[in-house]
């Protein structure tokens, strides 16, 4: 996860308005292993206040992603 002071700058994007599709850049993205047992989960669609919903799987065919026992870090 980047922090909020460095995703404008690295991105272009502003906080909430990140989206795992469609970005100018081709950041690594990694998502909970658990959501596979999801029929459908949800992300940002790139503009605040806005969601896509759609099959994990479907959503590999359009980016590269990994499957991670994602743990919160310690600051």
């Given amino acids: 996860m980047l922090k909020s002071k460095e995703l404008l700058p690295l991105t272009g994007y502003?906080?909430?308005?990140c989206s795992p599709i469609g970005?100018?850049?081709?950041?690594?993205?990694?998502?909970h292993e658990t959501a596979k047992k999801y029929d459908t989960i949800m992300f940002s669609a790139g503009k605040i206040g806005?969601?896509?919903?759609m099959n994990v799987?479907?959503?590999s065919k359009v980016i590269?992603?990994?499957?991670?026992?994602i743990i919160k870090a310690e600051s």
């Fill in 14 to 17: 502003i906080h909430g308005g």
């Fill in 23 to 31: 970005m100018k850049k081709q950041f690594k993205t990694v998502i």
């Fill in 57 to 59: 799987k479907d959503l």
């Fill in 64 to 69: 590269k992603l990994e499957f991670a026992d």
């Fill in 50 to 53: 806005y969601q896509v919903e």
